[in-house]
C-alpha cells in the first residue's frame, strides 16, 4: 500500500498559528489519533500514549495534536508531532520531563519544523558539503562552517540533487541543533554565500491505495510572485484552493498560473496538479 503526503485542510486553522512541536523517541509511541467524518481526518487531541495522553489533560488539549511527520532528517521521519494552539511554559517543560517519550518539545508554527530550513546559495560551487568534523557539517566554505559550528548544523544536504535547473540544484537542506530562527538569521546575514532561506514544512503521511507518490518538485516555496514546477510527468490541469477549501486559480495554462499567483494574498494554499495519467498529487504553497 503506498503512501501519500496528505496536507490536511482543518476549518480552524489559521495562518502562523502558533503550537508546541514534540519529537518522540519511538515513532510508535505517543503517535496521534485521527477519525474519518467522512471528507477529512479529525485530530481526536489524543496519543496512543496514556502517559502523554494525561499531559494533555491537564493542560486541555483541544485544538489538535497532529502527525508532522516528512521530517528531512531520517532518523526524525515520523517522530515530529505538533500540538496546535498556545499553553503555558509548564508544558513543555512537563513534556520534556516525559523522556521515555519525549525526545524534545519546542514553540513552532503551524507545520514549520523548528530545526529545519531551506537555503539557496549564490554559486553552487560555494558552499557544498564536503564531511563532517564532531558530527558538525563541513562545507568547502570558511565562513558557513562557523555558522554551522556556532548553530550545531548536523546535516546538510541538496533539496533536489535530481533536478537539471541550476538555481534548483542550490538549494539545500539544513538541520541544526539549535532554535532555526537564529540559524536563519546568520544565514541570511551572509548574503555573499547564502541568496535565501525558506522555512521547511512537514506534512501527514496517510495509507491510500489511490495515489503515487510525489511527481513535481516545486521551488521556491514560500514563494513571492510565482514557483517552477519540476516533473517528468505532462500537467493537464493546475487548481489552487486556500484554506477554507475555496479554489482560486483553475487552469490549464502554466502562464496563466503565473499571472494568477503573483496577485495572490500572503498565506497558504493547496496546489493541485492534475497529470495526463489520470493521476493527480497535491502540494503545499506559501506565499509570503
Not at 14 to 21: L, N, V
Not at 236 to 242: A, L, P, Q, W
Not at 255 to 273: A, K, P, R
Amino acid at each position: 500500500m503506498k503512501k501519500l503526503l496528505l496536507l490536511l485542510l482543518i476549518a480552524n486553522f489559521a495562518f502562523a498559528q502558533p503550537g508546541i512541536e514534540i519529537r518522540l523517541v519511538n515513532a510508535n509511541i505517543g503517535t496521534a489519533n485521527y477519525s474519518w467524518n467522512g471528507f477529512n481526518y479529525i485530530s481526536m487531541n489524543s496519543s496512543n500514549d496514556a502517559g502523554l495522553n494525561a499531559i494533555f489533560s491537564t493542560y486541555n488539549v483541544t485544538e489538535g495534536y497532529e502527525n508532522n511527520e516528512v521530517h528531512p532528517y531520517p532518523p526524525y521521519f515520523a517522530k515530529i508531532k505538533i500540538i496546535r494552539g498556545t499553553y503555558p511554559a509548564q508544558m513543555i517543560a512537563d513534556l520534556q520531563a516525559y523522556s521515555t517519550v519525549v525526545a524534545s518539545a519546542k514553540i513552532t508554527n503551524n507545520y514549520e519544523f523548528s530545526d529545519a530550513l531551506r537555503m539557496q546559495l549564490v554559486d553552487l560551487n560555494i558552499g557544498s558539503p564536503v564531511g563532517t568534523s564532531g558530527n558538525i557539517i563541513v562545507t568547502n566554505d570558511a565562513g558557513l562552517n562557523t555558522i554551522f559550528l556556532d548553530f550545531n548544523v548536523f546535516y546538510y544536504v541538496q533539496s533536489y540533487p535530481s533536478s537539471s535547473v541550476n538555481s534548483t540544484l542550490r538549494y539545500y537542506t539544513a538541520v541544526c541543533d539549535c532554535d532555526k530562527n537564529l540559524l536563519n538569521t546568520a544565514l541570511l546575514n551572509y548574503s555573499s554565500v547564502v541568496e535565501r532561506t525558506e522555512i521547511v514544512n512537514g506534512g501527514v503521511m496517510l495509507s491510500n491505495p489511490q495515489f503515487e507518490k510525489t511527481k513535481a518538485l516545486i521551488s521556491p516555496n514560500p514563494f513571492s510572485d510565482n514557483f517552477n514546477i519540476e516533473t517528468e510527468q505532462t500537467i493537464t490541469n493546475y487548481t489552487i484552493v486556500d484554506i477554507t477549501g475555496k479554489t482560486i486559480i483553475s487552469t490549464s495554462s502554466k502562464s496563466e498560473l503565473d499571472n494568477q499567483t503573483s496577485q495572490l494574498s500572503n498565506g497558504m494554499y493547496i496546489l493541485t496538479l492534475d497529470f495526463e495519467n489520470g493521476q493527480k498529487a497535491n502540494y503545499k504553497l506559501v506565499k509570503k
